[in-house]
């Protein structure tokens, strides 16, 4: 299974929004609603930041949106702030009952 | 809260087995599944398997597929991973991470344990 594709970095200066994408096949992003985006700090564990390509689970910002078209998923982040800076992740079930995830994108905030 | 506790960092020998224990504790452990991922140092996280803890069936990456064991002791809720002949490459932080809906979600994530392969 190939890893999902997102671009290696994005940038964006505080209170800006910014869009991660995540490009798969019909086989996972896009024959499934279970694309998560995963948030992780240097040293740190992965955090869930959306599940099922839209919903946030409770204490995750409103400022943290998922959306799909096709085989392509999408992470948005507004009114950008400092402590979003991170590596972002995402994820999808499959066709083989596996789980696949992208290759990661690290965030900048200017 | 929901809370998922690794065992401890390992160094082992190339050719050897390693086995990571994830226990659970805050949410029913019984009607969930728990994911592993591993992520080697500056690199992406990578799926290794799944297994649903009621069941017992497992899913496993066909990269693993030949060398890895997930498995589950509910009286004490704690999954079990264990991954043999060893190589360097297989030098890396490994996750236990819950899905409470069994859909591929990884909902709360262990803290991680490194497991380092060297000779």
């Known amino acids: 299974q190939s890893a999902l594709t997102q671009p290696a970095s994005v940038s964006g200066s505080p209170g800006q929004s910014i869009t991660i994408s995540c490009t798969g096949t019909s086989s996972d992003v896009g024959g499934y609603n279970y694309v998560s985006w995963y948030q992780q700090h240097p040293g740190k564990a992965p955090k869930l930041m959306i599940y099922d390509v839209s919903n946030r689970p409770s204490g995750v910002s409103n400022r943290f949106s998922g959306s799909k078209s096709g085989n392509t998923a999408s992470l948005t982040i507004s009114g950008l702030q400092a402590e979003d800076e991170a590596d972002y992740y995402c994820s999808s079930y499959t066709s083989s009952s596996d789980v696949v995830f992208g290759g990661g994108t690290k965030l900048t905030v200017l | 809260q929901m809370q998922l506790v690794q065992s401890g960092p390992e160094v082992k020998k190339p050719g050897t087995s390693v086995k990571v224990s994830c226990k659970a504790s805050g949410f029913t452990f019984t009607s969930s599944a728990v994911q592993w991922v591993r992520q080697a140092r500056g690199q992406r996280l990578e799926w290794i398997g799944w297994?649903?803890?009621?069941?017992?069936?497992?899913n496993y990456a066909q990269k693993f597929q030949e060398r890895v064991t997930i498995t589950r002791d509910m009286s004490t809720s704690t999954a079990y991973m264990e991954l043999s002949s060893l190589r360097s490459e297989d030098t890396a932080v490994y996750y236990c991470a819950a899905d409470i809906a069994a859909a591929g979600t990884c909902d709360y994530w262990g803290q991680g344990t490194l497991v380092t392969v060297s000779s």
């Open positions: 297994i649903v803890v009621g069941s017992g069936n497992t």
